[in-house]
């Protein structure tokens, strides 16, 4: 048996088994046993590893086996707090076809009360409350925060990395096993293989450990904007969407006196192109989208246009007469690696000079003709493809590479929002990022939409301008329009031989009432964020219409703190500083009515007199504690002025 050899720093303990693969650290109020590091080819586990000390300096210690290297160091975090940092480097040339998976730290068994995991992209965080009654698979990227009632331990890779990383786990009752955190190496591997470090910290306050993390990878030379609201065609008319129609909700804002002062923007979504690849006009909009830009700006808005830069449709020309431009599968040719919606498509290839030519072009076209914002979808879709044509790109800077020519075409001259974004893109050259899956007026998407609101919090004004997606209202108690429930979008889900239709297939989009969008629109608020309005708003009723004048007429405050989100798997209770106020936000998402009491002395707030954001109406603080009964799928909006 191999002794231990122990090393401290700060309050941490490292002990590593000498010639085993074998490690433990502690940290405050967590103990990490018999970790061990490990790679997977073809789903084989190999961790033939017996480390013995290399070499310490500074704050780094490096253990040899063979020629492969396990590193440890020492270090803090943004706010001072010590921690881990983990790296494994592969040296021994794997002759391999299969892609590697390799990981600096497999924990066997870990207890905790909580788990938050992120995701890469927009939605698919999760937050969930052990002992778990079933067996789950976990499996997120980024940050993994795990909570005890005394302290939170969080696991971090870098934001921006060449190989992409990831976290995995099986779930059982309180006890996360065989907790896997590394990188992965797709074919052909290259001989040295190094893996992204994985860094670990420990304290009490699990909010700041998120903030610290973001600021670490804040852009050092981006100025990040303020949120400004517009209206977006997409959520009311998807692909319905018309000339006539944008400039109706459109001459709608601009003779409101309330949100014409506020809304500065009107974009027009998917539906406007001739096909995903031919980003030219189609017969819905007749006089094209220049005069279109006009149009708006005559109204004093500014024009924003959704674009899918790298989804091509098979009738597209770039698919029939450039297929050099197109990504490839693992054959060697262009594949149709795009799909939405039944609808499929190739991959415009970033990494082709060519590519980036048109790409520049397309969006010069456009800023030239009057657009200065540009929602741009579907960019996590283009690492769908198996291979590019730069096969020394590692894919960690796919979206970097994309985005670059992009950026240069617009530069000064409009805002990026990356929607559908892969974050290791970064946030130097975008502005704002879709940090939650697709809304609908429906309470089943508001509620999950609230966990990766509450997940990405530390994100906004950090890396980017969050954006939680469409601030809806409308509904059976907040529209008159006659069509509010004819739109079916799901039908091309049922196939011809399934015996029963989709589960999906009769879905309607827009079924919540008022108690419900007043959450739904509470929660866009409360983020700080973008507001952007999707709606037929001259059909909405004056309840509609007046909900809308409230939320986007409103004071925007800071990055709104979900204050239960290491305990709880929806987020209830939410407090943001505005000016010289404070909003708290208390949720009952169940179907029985909750009484909610909140004590203000936890978060240092004195808190004078509240108000009802939504009904102007008094609310009663007594010893600093604020006591409210809660409808089924409702909240209570509260402005607090200190005391």
């Not at 830069?309 to 262009?334: C, F, N, Y």
């Not at 907040?478 to 979008?489: F, H, I």
Request: charge should be negative.
């Amino acid at each position: 048996m191999g002794k231990n050899t122990d090393y401290e720093f700060e309050g941490l303990r490292l002990s590593v088994k000498d010639s085993a693969n074998s490690f433990t650290l502690q940290l405050p109020g967590w103990e990490l046993t018999d970790c061990f590091a490990g790679y997977y080819v073809k789903d084989c586990l190999f961790r033939d590893f017996q480390w013995k000390l290399l070499r310490k300096e500074d704050n780094q210690l490096c253990c040899q086996s063979g020629q492969d290297r396990l590193y440890f160091r020492f270090c803090h975090n943004r706010s001072g707090i010590p921690g881990f940092e983990v790296q494994l480097e592969l040296h021994r040339g794997i002759a391999t076809d299969e892609e590697v998976l390799l990981y600096p730290m497999i924990i066997p068994g870990l207890q905790a009360n909580h788990v938050l995991m992120q995701s890469r992209g927009k939605g698919h965080c999760q937050l969930l409350k052990l002992p778990s009654p079933d067996t789950t698979a976990l499996e997120g990227a980024l940050q993994l925060m795990l909570s005890r009632p005394e302290s939170t331990l969080q696991l971090a890779h870098p934001l921006q990395e060449d190989y992409l990383s990831h976290f995995r786990a099986t779930i059982q009752g309180c006890e996360l096993q065989n907790l896997q955190a590394g990188s992965r190496f797709p074919a052909p591997v290259p001989e040295l293989l190094r893996s992204s470090p994985i860094q670990i910290f420990a304290d009490r306050d699990g909010h700041q450990l998120m903030t610290a993390w973001g600021d670490a990878w804040s852009p050092k030379k981006k100025r990040i904007s303020q949120p400004v609201s517009g209206w977006n065609s997409w959520d009311y008319y998807r692909w319905t969407i018309t000339e006539d129609e944008v400039l109706a909700n459109a001459e709608f804002i601009h003779h409101d006196p309330v949100l014409s002062r506020y809304v500065k923007r009107i974009i027009v979504d998917d539906g406007w192109q001739y096909c995903y690849g031919e980003w030219e006009a189609n017969p819905l909009f007749p006089h094209g989208m220049p005069w279109l830009a006009k149009e708006l700006r005559k109204m004093s808005f500014t024009p924003g246009l959704w674009i899918a830069p790298t989804a091509i449709e098979p009738h597209a020309r770039i698919a029939q007469w450039d297929t050099d431009m197109l990504a490839l599968g693992v054959s060697g040719k262009p594949c149709l690696a795009f799909s939405c919606m039944e609808r499929y498509g190739f991959i415009l290839d970033p990494t082709v000079e060519k590519s980036q030519r048109w790409l520049y072009d397309l969006f010069r076209k456009y800023c030239e003709a009057g657009y200065a914002y540009f929602k741009i979808d579907f960019l996590a879709q283009t690492l769908n493809a198996p291979r590019f044509h730069q096969t020394s790109l590692p894919r960690g800077r796919i979206m970097e590479t994309l985005l670059t020519p992009i950026r240069e075409a617009t530069r000064n001259q409009a805002e990026l929002l990356a929607c559908g974004y892969s974050y290791e893109g970064g946030g130097e050259l975008i502005d704002a990022v879709r940090v939650t899956g697709d809304i609908h007026a429906l309470w089943y998407y508001i509620r999950q939409n609230a966990i990766s609101i509450a997940a990405r919090f530390w994100s906004h004004q950090h890396l980017w301008i969050n954006d939680p997606d469409f601030a809806l209202c409308r509904g059976p108690e907040t529209s008159s329009d006659p069509d509010l429930q004819r739109l079916k979008c799901c039908y091309v889900l049922v196939k011809p031989d399934d015996p029963k239709p989709h589960p999906a297939a009769d879905l309607v989009l827009a079924t919540m009432n008022r108690q419900e969008a007043e959450v739904l629109l509470s929660l866009v608020l409360i983020a700080g964020s973008c507001i952007n309005l999707s709606d037929k708003l001259p059909c909405l009723n004056e309840t509609g219409r007046n909900m809308l004048r409230r939320v986007v007429s409103a004071p925007i405050g800071e990055p709104g703190v979900p204050l239960d989100l290491f305990q709880s798997e929806v987020p209830e209770t939410w407090l943001q500083k505005v000016e010289s106020a404070w909003r708290l936000l208390l949720i009952n998402w169940e179907e029985g009515s909750c009484e909610k009491t909140f004590s203000f002395d936890k978060c240092q707030v004195h808190a004078g007199k509240a108000r009802d954001f939504w009904t102007d109406q008094p609310c009663k603080v007594h010893n600093n504690r604020i006591s409210i009964e809660l409808q089924p799928h409702s909240c209570r909006l509260l402005e607090i002025q200190s005391a």
